[in-house]
């Protein structure tokens, strides 16, 4: 059964950048048949999409993040991560990660039981 | 605003048949599969329907889903009181190159 776990801080301070990391068990994260996704959703309000990884290190990210998302892979590690540059309040959210099926990015079938991350001085 | 359209509540009583409807465009639903996720209260969101409507395994076939056009619906037929959740839609868009949500609907039990 595979299983994903997110860690890092609970608190940023604004301008900041917030550092997640995800660790997943039960399965290998070099596997040729899925992506590894980030996902967020603030307190009370809907689910955005962050973006993934390969693990060949490709990437792809939410347009309305790419500037400020960065998401890596760490395949000795068995674990992928997120870096959110010069955030605001507006970030504070729970963070999930999540695993895709290769072809099928929408297809989120393991997740995480999230973080929350609050941004806050 | 999210790029995909779900009314904000559905309801019915025990037994009863609830549909919740999300609109998309060409971009997005016109093109491509719909996703349904379940998040039940403070718990992570759950895969519930994949491919406009193949459910993972251990999904009840009370759930359903379908698409047509540039629109998607969830069925879930004899409601019960642990169907009480946050239900999203979800596509891959093709112009802007990402994961899209719905809002979400939240589904009551009376």
């Known amino acids: 059964q595979v299983q994903l776990q997110e860690s890092g801080p609970g608190l940023v301070k604004p301008s900041q950048t917030l550092s997640l990391t995800c660790t997943v068990s039960?399965?290998?994260?070099?596997?040729?048949?899925?992506?590894w996704s980030w996902i967020r959703q603030p307190a009370g309000k809907g689910l955005e999409w962050i973006g993934r990884?390969?693990?060949?290190?490709?990437?792809n990210y939410n347009p309305s993040l790419k500037s400020r998302v960065t998401i890596s892979v760490d395949t000795s590690k068995n674990q992928f991560s997120l870096n959110l540059s010069s955030v605001t309040a507006a970030d504070t959210a729970v963070y999930y990660c999540?695993?895709?099926?290769?072809?099928?990015?929408?297809?989120?079938?393991?997740w995480g039981q999230g973080t929350l991350v609050t941004v806050s001085s | 605003q999210s790029v995909l359209t779900q009314p904000p509540s559905a309801s019915g009583t025990p037994g009863q048949r609830v549909t919740i409807s999300c609109s998309g465009s060409?971009?997005?639903?016109?093109?491509?599969?719909v996703y349904w996720f379940q998040q039940l209260p403070g718990t992570a969101p759950k895969l519930l329907i994949y491919?406009?409507?193949q459910r993972p395994s251990g999904v009840p076939d009370r759930f359903s889903g379908s698409k047509s056009g540039t629109s998607g619906s969830l069925a879930i037929s004899g409601l019960r009181s642990d169907d009480e959740a946050d239900y999203y839609c979800?596509?891959?868009?093709?112009?802007?190159?990402?994961?899209?949500f719905g809002g979400g609907t939240k589904v009551t039990v009376l």
């Open positions: 491919r406009n409507n």
């Open positions: 979800a596509a891959w868009d093709d112009n802007l190159s990402c994961v899209v």
């Open positions: 039960g399965g290998s994260i070099g596997s040729a048949s899925y992506y």
């Open positions: 990884i390969y693990s060949s290190g490709s990437t």
């Open positions: 999540a695993r895709a099926i290769k072809g099928e990015w929408v297809r989120l079938d393991y």
């Open positions: 060409s971009s997005n639903i016109g093109s491509n599969y």
